[in-house]
Nanobody, 116 residues
């Protein structure tokens, strides 16, 4: 089992920045991919960004150039630096991990609200 705890959400004005963190515990040696997803009110959950243990990254087109995902394997933590935030980035952001055995784990979510 892997447990995930997110932090760093909040309220920010458009154009501002936030940094999300997600710390993993438990069977962290089994983790390959770590990532962030988001779900806006009334919409489906969508991919934001992912990063593999070897630090290969993947981003949704809507956040490319504004968001940066990174990870510290020694701390079992993944980060999401969000710059130039827009009102449409408002959502609950979820941390997600995938193990080498393709098990998936989710955090509890953290709210990000961008005011115009």
């Amino acid at each position: 089992q892997v447990q995930l705890v997110e932090s760093g959400g909040g309220l920010v004005q458009a154009g501002g920045s936030l940094r999300l963190s997600c710390a993993a515990s438990g069977r962290t040696g089994s983790i390959n991919v770590m990532g962030w997803y988001r779900q806006a009110a009334g919409k489906q959950r969508e991919l934001v960004a992912t990063i593999t243990r070897s630090r290969s990254t993947n981003y949704a087109d809507s956040v490319k150039g504004r968001f940066t995902i990174s990870r510290d394997n020694a701390k079992n933590t993944v980060y999401l630096q969000m710059n130039s935030l827009k009102p449409e980035d408002t959502a609950v952001y979820y941390c997600q991990t995938s193990t080498y055995a393709l098990d998936q784990y989710w955090g509890q979510g953290t709210q990000v609200t961008v005011s115009s």
